[in-house]
Structure formats: C-alpha cells, structure tokens
C-alpha cells in the first residue's frame, strides 16, 4: 500500500514537472473566439469573470459559443435548477461532436471550471467536514449546484482535444497535461 503510494507520488511530481512545458504551448490552440479573454483566470475561452459566474451562466456562455458555429446546436436543460455534470459532459462531448478550432481548449476550460467549483465548496479539513455534517442534519439551506468531474468528463475532454482543429502537433501534449491534471487532482483527494 505505501509502496503503491509512493510510486504514485513520484509520477505526480514527474507530471508536475512537466506540466509547465504543456502549459507554455502556444496560445494559438484557443482559436478565434475570444483570442484567449481569460487571461490571468487561468481559462483560455471562458471570461475573466467566470469565477463569479454561476453554473448556469458558464453552461450557458459556453453552449452560446458553440451555437455561434453550429446554429442548429441547442443544449438540452428541462429544468436549470438540476444543471450538474451531466449536462457540463453533454456540451463537452458536443464540442467534439461538432469540432471547432475552441473545442479543445473550451472543454479544458469546462473540467478547469468545474474542479474550480469542486475546490470552493470542498472544506480544507476533516474538522470542517464534520461540522458541516452537523450543520446540514439540522437545517438544509439551498445547495450550490456543483458539476464533479468524472472519468465521462475527462474522456469527452480528451476527445475534444483529438478533434482540435488547431495544432494537432499538440494533441498529445494537451492529451498529457489532461491526465497530469487528474493525477494530482486525485492526489489532492479532489476527485475520486
């Protein structure tokens, strides 16, 4: 068991490493949209204030997008108060369905979203954790709606990226950076 940690570990510090090539790639495989409006946010096509975007607002500026190069294109919501990952998937798979010069980089900036969305309502401790047990037995205020990743939504983003218009050179990296990604998200206990 430890060993296994271990040797976990290292292959994370390894990504991390490498992780900083990946992320240096030309900004050119964002495509046209918006040449890359995220800036410091660290999201290639989503705005610079997508942090203080709802679920439904970023779902929907995302699916617009889409829709601008796809007219036809609609995402399904019957009801906007149960968006969730299923629905954040859906569009993700969409961008690789109908591949624009952003779907690679709009379904990364997705994934990016919604661990971002997963890290702001996950307690930094366990002592946190149990008392928010305690709070929620006794009285349910609305949840935030929280899209969790899961191994559809890492797959569908690794396809968007195959079907990336721009650089295909660097699918594999992108590819790459995706997986590293994971490894230390899982690392971190934020997923699985």
């Known amino acids: 068991e430890k060993k296994k940690r271990d040797e976990v570990l290292e ?8 992780r900083l090539r990946v992320y240096t790639l030309d900004k050119d495989a964002t495509g ?11 999201f290639s096509i989503l705005p610079q204030g997508v942090v203080t975007m709802t679920v439904e607002e970023v779902l929907d500026f995302s699916a617009n997008l889409l829709r601008e ?3 036809s294109y609609e995402l399904k919501i019957e009801d906007t108060s149960k968006i969730g990952t299923w629905h954040f998937n859906q569009l993700i798979f969409d961008l690789a369905k109908y591949p624009q010069s952003f779907s690679g980089s709009l379904a990364q900036d997705l994934l990016d979203y919604m661990i971002y969305t997963v ?10 954790r149990s008392k928010k047990k305690k709070q929620s037995a006794s009285s349910s205020p609305k949840q935030p709606i929280i899209p969790k ?3 559809e939504t890492i797959n569908g983003v690794l396809k968007a990226w ?8 660097d699918v594999a990296r992108r590819a790459e950076a995706v997986l ?13």
């Open 11 to 18: 292959v994370v510090r390894n990504l991390r490493q490498r």
């Open 32 to 42: 046209g949209q918006n040449g890359g409006r995220g800036g410091s946010s660290g």
């Open 69 to 71: 190069c796809v007219p």
């Open 119 to 128: 890290k702001k309502a996950t307690p930094p401790s366990k002592q946190r």
């Open 149 to 151: 990743p899961n191994v």
């Open 162 to 169: 195959m079907v990336n218009k721009n650089n295909q050179s």
């Open 180 to 192: 590293a990604k994971l490894a230390i998200w899982q690392s971190e206990g934020i997923l699985w």
